[in-house]
């Protein structure tokens, strides 16, 4: 029979002998915007789920023999079970958060940059970037000189930036012209207005060739 103390020393092995065998345990806290939620706590060992807490069963599961007799003497275990009680409280407060944040738009940080073309000596390239927006959708376009550019534009996709937050970029190619007035139009959720970034004020004074360095 595995008491408390040896599931404990067991853990300890298992994290210790890391250049031979690979263990790791996962707090999973996962929920929908229509307010479901599952608490799980998985230990894993070599890639393989060996024990699992779930938080709407509110038990210990065992997935080998050795295992199930863990999880029996974890069951048991008014500690055991009340220190996952408080865990699963944790991951309700932070679906919580989560919604308060996403409920609200993140206006985007944005920066305008020439990016050097290679062999070609009359066109220029502008990069629009726009970083760490929510929610997702938004547009960028092009202003020369007032008026919307509608060829030589590639835009990206909204990309994920890891972090519920989106990233996206425009590239505009186009021969200079000096005192040319350049703008990137950016569209967003967290604007009340469109907003510009100009690009024209470097321009009109230096060109943008000696900008790039040419
Ligand atoms: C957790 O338990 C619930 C209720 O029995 C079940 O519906 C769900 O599939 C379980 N989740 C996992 C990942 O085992």
């Avoid at 807490?53 to 023999?65: C, D, I, S, V």
């Avoid at 020439?114 to 502008?126: A, D, K, N």
């Avoid at 994920?160 to 200079?176: C, K, M, R, T, V």
Wanted: charge should be neutral; hydrophobic fraction near 35%.
């Amino acid at each position: 029979m595995l008491t408390l103390q040896s599931f404990l020393s067991l853990l300890f092995l298992l994290f210790s002998s890391a250049d031979a065998l690979y263990s790791y345990g996962l707090l999973r806290c996962q929920f929908t915007s229509t307010g479901d939620l599952l608490f799980l706590e998985q230990i894993y060992f070599n890639k393989i789920l060996l024990l699992q807490y779930n938080g709407t069963l509110g038990k210990y599961t065992g997935y080998t023999k050795k295992a199930k007799d863990i999880a029996d003497q974890l069951n048991k275990s008014e500690r055991f079970l009340e220190q996952e009680k408080k865990n699963e409280e944790k991951c309700r407060a932070h679906q919580q958060l989560a919604f308060d944040f996403l409920s609200k738009p993140v206006e985007p940080y944005v920066r305008l940059s020439p990016v050097e073309l290679q062999g070609s000596r009359h066109q220029s390239v502008l990069v629009c970037s726009a970083y760490d927006f929510y929610p997702k959708p938004i547009k960028l376009s092009w202003l020369r000189n007032g008026k919307e550019v509608t060829t030589d534009v590639t835009s990206t996709e909204e990309l994920p930036d890891g972090n519920w937050l989106y990233q996206a970029h425009s590239h505009l190619e186009f021969i200079p012209t000096p005192g040319e007035k350049i703008a990137c139009k950016v569209e967003h959720a967290s604007l009340m207005e469109p907003k510009l970034y100009d690009w024209g004020q470097c321009l009109r004074r230096t060109g943008i060739r000696s900008l790039l360095g040419r």
